[in-house]
């Protein structure tokens, strides 16, 4: 039977902040510190280095003020999410050169690979409705 994704119910409350950060490195490492707090990732440093080495290949913000750093990687044993806030936005680098005001990162497994392209594209379009992002 085929997993049913939901990104809702993997939203923690616990794991949403407001981002104090001026700048993308300060406001991924924030980010991490809060997401690395789940029991769902069992290496905080290498999941650090996955998602920082995502980055490198190329900028995870893919426009309408979003971001969506993510890695997939041997130290996740379940999805798990993290959003950041930043009402006056961060340079990101985005695919259309606007401040990041929302970063969703998200871990996975390394072996969750069909699941992980579903979530992405899932919350690809939920971000597309701006009734879902307020």
Known sequence: MERILKVSDMINENFIIDIASDNKKNALNELLDVICKSPLITNCKKFRKAIF??????????????????????????FVIAIGRKKEGLEYASIDDKPVKLIFMIGASDTQNKDYIKLLSRLVLRLKNKDFVN
């Open 53 to 78: 080495n995502r980055e490198k290949l190329m900028s995870t913000g893919i426009g309408y003020e979003i971001a969506i750093p993510h890695a997939r990687d041997k130290t996740v044993k379940d």
